[in-house]
């Protein structure tokens, strides 16, 4: 079984650091998606097995990937967990995701995700 692929939308240095480390430790190819980048067409172009979405880049930006993603048929059937240090933010958008991860995420709670994923 080929190693899942987990893609992150973040823009906070530090978490993406750790989402990395999280990644190599658990045996997963890690892909970063830049909230300025063109996050849909990366989807779309690696087909990753997890999108990782923080909530909180700017609440227009988060909303607009997460519908696009959604609405595209190429990333629709995608596992999407939404990312917060805000347990409100993630009450507000949990219904519209595969899953919520409250930061800070510990390893532990990523490794049930990718379990998940996995199976």
Avoid: N
């Amino acid at each position: 079984m080929p190693a899942p692929k987990v893609m992150l939308v973040e823009d906070d240095p530090q978490f993406v650091y750790l989402m990395r480390r999280y990644a190599a430790s658990s045996g997963c190819h890690f892909l970063h998606a830049d909230p300025a980048s063109a996050t849909l067409e990366l989807a779309q172009q690696e087909r990753p097995d997890l999108i990782l979405l923080d909530v909180m880049l700017c609440a227009d930006d988060s909303r607009e990937v997460l519908t696009a993603l959604k609405a595209d048929h190429t990333t629709r059937g995608i596992r999407l967990y939404l990312c917060s240090a805000s347990e409100e933010a993630l009450h507000e958008w949990e219904h519209e995701a595969d899953g919520c991860l409250l930061k800070p995420v510990m390893y532990e709670d990523f490794l049930a995700i990718l379990t998940q994923v996995r199976s």
